[in-house]
């Protein structure tokens, strides 16, 4: 599993490698083992103060009954394990947040990442007047906070004539204020790693005809492939988990983003659906896991170039 | 071949000109380094800089929700005074988002290393790993946060629940465990641990990432001379990944400091004003209780103290460019 | 069994409302006049912003008379229910960007804090006064400011206390408190066996507000005297937070400060807390979800609903009121208020009522007479009590200031600063007299 070190007694790598790996990967499992376990308990079992919470029971009889028995009844299993995640899919917009949270989320990304790119070739290789002092508002933004922007943002996302329609209440009102904070990192991680690519490439191009917008996107941009899907998954994920902007700007249920439709739709009032409200969560975090687990050594090897820059 | 200008413009000959012209104009740094830079200018500009601008302005002012821009009253730093002087939760919020961040940070900052260094070693099921340690970050934080509600319930914890069992195993007794989200210090403690929960992923792929650029002939060369490995962790590595760590830590530091869903959803600030953050005070004063202008300014005073974060960090970076 | 499958299921699927929006008939006279298609439909909407119900049943019937109105009128009618909490926030945003609902729905006098935002509806409320009888003083000061109606009136969440009789048998109690004293004695044996009286003192709309006012209330306790003046820091306030403490300490559930809203539910449904103020949410989830005792007997029969115990100034009772307001941005307002109209009606608000499983009284005192509490005999006793309210801020207006002073938890946080041990009474007292100051402006 590990590099083995010279001189490495079995009981050393135990207490220095094996144990705190697993005391680490049960603190960051263990919470979405809980949701897991309460997506698939009943009702009364999670609000059963006395039994062993860490077991489903009903579900896992349930199972256990049929293989027994070895026979599948599919509604018997709906009803005693997969309620709550049927009631989810079935019985809110759950599926209509999901696709707005994916649209917001990419979109955004796109623009995020084309002003990034833009912005970080002018700082990381061009000298003109002012890159300095730009490099630096880019950096200021960042300490300007969400709470404080939301009321004027929402003024002028909603005064924006586009198209004759109000903004307000689209997905559109989040494509256009995500990248207030999106765009800051993305160039500041972009500027680290363009600034790792040796200029002698680009000048040779340019030497050979090419001009240098030429060599911009012929020769640099695919280096920079891995510090691009490095900033596009963090884009992503930072505006699939926005909260503020999409409970203030967006009404319609319809038009909602997956964190403010669980919360809105899964907690009335008195009551929490728990169950409803961990399936949620669990399904709200696949596609970013998805796409984390096929990219995390891109993701990785893109903030090696930017800090190495 | 691309300066070729020709005095007489016109015709065919003209357009191809004036193409040349076009491009001629942008390989000049200063107009192609304007229009690179247009985009980022673009959004800065009216979505931060404008809104920011109003909310300075507002700040200055008795502005409160529905009141008409003919009434407002310029107040000078009034706000900025009261809050201060008069304001009996403003120095809590203060006292409260220092703590959270710097135990956070810290916290964070020593198991994100020490994470990255036990990660860097795996060989098999590296992805697999990787991106389940990612998890905390990626799912969003709402509802991770409203799972952490239900694990800190007074009534249904599952911490209090091992707990108890834990006593009644060992003949201690009946105890109700701890009030993760009533007692006001263990509240505190509480958001800080989602907020640890979270972020810690954050700093262990960040500092895998740096662990990754140190060559491994340092190492050699360190063991060669018959360092022992603390020490090379604390020579070669650490030395090697202060890159990443300022960069790590100013992002980290700026997203903590003004944090607002973990004690949103977990306390409202409460009990008794314990985990109000300034974000969630001023959320609480502008939104709650309407006072826009006390609310922007609650909200700035995290501006100066962010400021100088980053100013640390441009400092050394630039130090460390010379 | 059959009764543990409806409990394993708990929720059950009619609880789940699909807000998709409502349609109604779209304006076909516009189309055929022009003989083509609009680029836009020639209707007309209104769109509605109210809380989840704590009474889910509620919030379908709302629903239900949105559409028949909308039907009936050919109005698009979009009703859109959120979580209480987020409705400040929303509202304030849409006030300030000047687009958002038409309707909007306030509890205790949250819109006095932008009066001037809001249409004057006095012509809808006082032909509604005048056709049924007064509306509640408390539920009507909500809903003026400066003598005139800034909302209409529409319904009173009464709250109560709620109370396991078997938990105060058990323990020796032969009948309820009738002083907070008498209900720290008795609450401390409760607390003994395991079950104290849990109340919440955080950061939370509804079950704050509606026990620290009457308690404070009952010791003559007054945020500003009829003058405006704030005159918090007095003997009676000083009385009230020594003996909070050992009420606190003596009978109550430490949890308290922690609890939302929800949270003293879930303690009394499973068998936490012997007694807890609370609207008849309690009750009603008891009875809709079957909810079982220790003995696997329903719950419902172990529970009593008794007022608040009396302080040395009396017995005092909170009830928050809830208002629909109409916003000036609004583009629909004549349609918004022939909509209100029609809400107040006495065939719809009855329904409502009814469907609502007595959940709410009406702020139209007429409605104490109607059969809805016959239906759930229960609930009577918060009938009983639902005229010994106040309106927030006494002894001064309930004004924009005084709903600061609620939505910034002032006094409740000056409870909790003494439950919580964080501050002596006598330093709590002075901190929130300083709040008040702060917030009233002196």
Known sequence: MAQSRVGETFAKRLIVYHLPLFFFLLFTLFPFYWMFVTSIKSTHETYNREINPYVPVDCAQTIAGQTRALSFNGSALMENCFYHWRTLLRDTLFLRWLRNTLLVAIVSTLISLFAGVTSAYALARLRFRGVQTFGLLIFITYLVPPTLLFIPLSDVIGDLPLFHRNLLNSPWALIVAYPTFLVPFCAWLLTGYFRTIPRELEEAAMIDGATRIQAMIRIVLPLAVPGLLSAAMFAFTLSANEFLYALVFIYDNANKTVPVGVVSELIKGDVFYWGELMSGALLGSVPVALIYSFFVEHYVAGMTGAIKG | MSQELQADGFGADGARVAHKSVLALLEQPNVLGYLLMLPTAFVIFFFVAYPFGWGVWMSFTDKKVGMAWSQVKFIGLQNYVDLVTRDGVFWLTVWNSFVYTGVATVIKWVLGIWLAVLLNRMIRFQRLVRAAVLLPWIVPTVLSTIAFLWIFDPDFSVINWTIRRFYSWMGWGYVRGPLWLGDPTLALASVTFVNIWRGTPFYAISFLAGLQTISPDLYEAAAIDGASGWQRFWHVTLPGIKPITVVVLVFSIIVTFSDFQIVYVLTRGGPANSTHLFATYAYQVAMVGTRLGIGAAVSLFMFPVLALVIIFQLIYLKREQD | ?442
């Open chain 3, 1 to 442: 069994m059959a009764k543990q499958a409806s409990v394993k299921r708990g929720v059950t699927r009619r609880d789940f409302i699909k807000i998709a929006g409502v349609t109604a008939a779209t304006g076909i006279e516009g189309i055929l006049a022009s003989r083509r298609a609009p680029a836009y439909a020639q209707e007309r909407s209104l769109h509605f912003l109210l809380w989840k119900n704590f009474s889910p049943p509620a919030d379908v019937e709302i629903v239900r008379q949105g559409e028949e109105w909308g039907k009936q009128n050919k109005v698009n009618v979009k009703i859109e229910q959120i979580n209480a909490n987020d409705i400040p926030a929303r509202i304030a945003a849409a006030i300030e960007s000047k687009q958002g609902p038409d309707i909007v729905q306030f509890f205790h006098n949250w819109q006095n804090q932008y009066s001037d935002s809001l249409v004057d509806v006095t012509d809808i409320c006082t032909a509604l006064e005048s056709k049924y009888g007064g509306y509640i003083d408390y539920a009507k000061a909500h809903a003026m400011l400066n003598g005139r109606f800034n909302a209409v009136p529409h319904t009173v969440v009464p709250n109560i206390f709620v109370v396991r009789a078997s938990y105060m048998k058990a323990a020796g109690t032969t009948r309820w408190p009738k002083t907070w004293d008498e209900l720290r004695r008795e609450g401390k044996k409760w607390k003994a066996n395991g079950h104290p009286v849990g109340q919440t003192v955080g950061h939370t709309f509804g079950d704050a507000v509606d026990f620290t006012y009457p308690y404070l209330w009952s010791y003559g306790v007054a945020e500003r005297d009829e003058k405006g003046q704030v005159i918090l820091a007095s003997k009676q306030a000083l009385e009230a937070l020594k003996f909070f403490k050992a009420l606190w300490d003596d009978a109550m559930d430490p949890a308290g400060p922690g609890w939302d809203d929800s949270s003293n539910n879930r303690a009394f449904l499973s068998g936490a807390v012997t007694a807890t103020n609370n609207a008849p949410s309690i009750y009603l989830t008891a009875s809709s979800q079957v909810v079982l005792d220790e003995k696997g007997v329903p719950l419902i029969n172990d529970i009593l609903h008794m007022p608040n115990p009396a302080g040395p100034a009396g017995v005092f009772h909170y009830h928050y009121s809830q208002q629909l307001a109409i916003p000036k941005y609004s583009k629909n307002v004549d349609t918004a208020k022939e909509f209100l109209r029609w809400l107040m009606d006495k065939e719809q608000l009855t329904k409502y009522l009814r469907r609502a499983q007595a959940y709410h009284g009406a702020a139209l005192k007429v409605y104490l007479k109607d059969a809805m509490w016959d239906m759930f005999p229960a609930l009577k006793p918060f009938r009983d009590h639902l005229l010994e309210g106040r309106p927030v801020g006494w002894k001064g207006a309930a004004d924009a200031n005084a709903a600061r002073v609620v939505q910034n938890y002032v006094l409740i946080d000056m409870l909790a600063n003494v439950a919580t041990g964080k501050m002596a009474p006598e330093e709590s007292l002075k901190w929130a007299e300083g709040q008040l100051k702060s917030i009233y402006g002196s």
